[in-house]
């Protein structure tokens, strides 16, 4: 069992990470919430901020770790599942998308963005009719979701190519 003043230099370290986050300085926040998960591994906020700053210096392999990590804390935390479906899709990797975006469609069924994301995957892969009906959903949960809009007449302008 960890003592008391490892978690709190953990969350001490979290603050100030978040505070490099803030100024923009992305490295040392890494630094910081690293340091912050060696004081505490069960710090589930350490990890998602981690993943979060890799996310913006475009470090995937090292964002997809840390997410990955955080769902070993929190299984069903839906952001960590929607933004490693966003990595995996970056990484072209569109079946591992799917499951992650379909997990979390199914902890969250009312997040618009993961049916739409959901969605794009299926295009990509030539799903036509379940990217139909993922953009349906999306539109079903938030009628103005304009991306959603878009994509539902992408789809339709494929299927009158064909």
Request: aromatic share 12%.
């Amino acid at each position: 069992m960890q003592d008391k003043s490892d978690k709190e230099l953990a969350q001490e370290l979290l603050e100030s990470g978040l505070d490099y986050i803030n100024q923009r300085r992305f490295p040392e926040a890494i630094r910081h919430f690293k340091e912050a998960v060696k004081k505490d591994p069960e710090c589930f906020e350490a990890y998602m901020h981690l993943a979060d700053t890799y996310m913006e210096m475009e470090q995937f392999d090292s964002a997809r770790w840390a997410y990955q990590k955080a769902l070993e804390l929190d299984e069903d935390h839906v952001e960590s599942w929607y933004r490693l479906g966003d990595i995996c899709i970056n990484g072209s990797d569109y079946d591992e998308a799917e499951k992650c975006l379909i997990r979390a469609t199914k902890i969250e069924p009312d997040k618009a963005a993961a049916w739409n994301t959901l969605g794009t995957v299926y295009m990509e892969q030539e799903k036509y009719i379940k990217a139909k009906e993922s953009f349906k959903k999306a539109l079903e949960i938030d009628p103005d979701y304009n991306q959603a809009s878009f994509n539902l007449e992408k789809i339709k302008n494929i299927e009158i190519s064909k």
